[in-house]
């Protein structure tokens, strides 16, 4: 599966974007996806994943209650909503994709197929 990441932009704290990952090759509801963002001179982290299937999401601490995570099947598509942006939130933003997993993954290397990452910068 090939994986395109869009969305990222600027926007002010307190903002909105939207985040979308459109897949091809495969559908969409075979795989586990997950979101992943990486700051200037920090580790990649965990961001929020859907189970495939869409039957259950989970999020990190930094972003629950924030960021929503969802799936629209027949476009092959997960969009991650954030919500009350906050300058820490800056980063570029990757989504990932895994093949029959079970369950929600929160490792990056739970992970086999990457998106090219869209850069979210949030102004104070």
């Known amino acids: 599966v090939q994986l395109q990441a869009s969305g990222g932009g600027l926007a002010q704290a307190g903002g909105s974007l939207r985040l979308s990952c459109v897949a091809s090759g495969r559908t969409f509801s075979m795989y586990t996806v997950g979101w992943f963002r990486q700051a200037p001179g920090k580790e990649r982290e965990f961001v929020a994943t859907?189970?495939?299937?869409?039957?259950?999401?989970y999020y990190a601490d930094s972003v629950k209650g924030r960021f929503t995570i969802s799936t629209d099947n027949a476009k092959n598509t997960v969009f991650l909503q954030m919500n009350s942006l906050k300058p820490e939130d800056t980063a570029v933003y990757f989504c990932?994709?895994?093949?029959?997993?079970?369950?929600?993954?929160?490792?990056?290397?739970?992970?086999?197929?990457w998106g090219q990452g869209t850069l979210v910068t949030v102004s104070s």
């Open positions: 990932a994709a895994e093949p029959w997993a079970f369950g929600n993954l929160c490792m990056a290397y739970d992970y086999d197929y």
């Open positions: 859907i189970s495939r299937g869409g039957l259950s999401t």
